[in-house]
């Protein structure tokens, strides 16, 4: 370690303030249980990833609708709406994921010990943000664009004529056996 201590003593004490200081989140919450719950954010960040890559899948199948009729059930329609409903699933729970963890330790708490020991306070000044309602928006995206795929099949807006039954005597010649 580079460091201005003179003694070996010194230097150790240094780094281990120093490491102190720059703990990790793991290493905060393993010291000071109260921070926050450190699985329900790892849960968070694995539900948003997940979601991103659904949605990334049903982007790729979606486009390849378009440009070949896929035999298999996953890459067709029907694959559509699992890649959909699996992306809204991951985005709804990341959404109550953080919604707790915003509520429970966020909302009052987002200092470490050292900086409450200090007296500071972030206590009501903490707001969901851009990001948050980022994934809002992307849950809307993913029910909607179900609604679309129905849509696309169903195709509703055409009236179905009924097909006329086919004439059983077209030149009225009845065969007699």
Not at 28 to 47: A, C, D, H, V
Not at 157 to 177: F, H
Request: no cysteine; charged share 15%; hydrophobic share 45%.
């Amino acid at each position: 370690m580079y460091s201005h201590q003179k003694t070996p003593e010194d230097r150790r004490k240094e780094l281990e303030e120093s490491l102190h200081l720059n703990s990790t989140v793991m290493g905060e919450n393993q010291k000071y249980p109260s921070f926050f719950n450190f699985g329900l954010w790892t849960m968070t960040i694995t539900f948003l990833v997940m979601a991103l890559l659904f949605g990334l899948l049903g982007a790729i199948f979606g486009v390849l609708n378009t440009v070949t009729t896929p035999v298999e059930l996953i890459t067709g329609m029907l694959g559509l709406y699992v890649w959909n409903i699996l992306g809204a699933i991951a985005s709804l729970m990341t959404i109550i994921m953080w919604a707790v963890l915003f509520h429970t330790a966020l909302k009052n708490n987002i200092m470490t010990q050292e900086e409450i020991e200090e007296k500071w306070t972030s206590k009501d000044k903490a707001y969901l943000s851009n990001s948050f309602w980022y994934v809002l928006i992307a849950l809307i995206f993913y029910l909607l664009n179900n609604v679309l795929i129905y849509l696309a099949i169903t195709q509703p807006w055409e009236r179905r004529q009924p097909k006329a039954a086919p004439d059983q005597n077209p030149s009225g010649v009845i065969m007699l056996y």
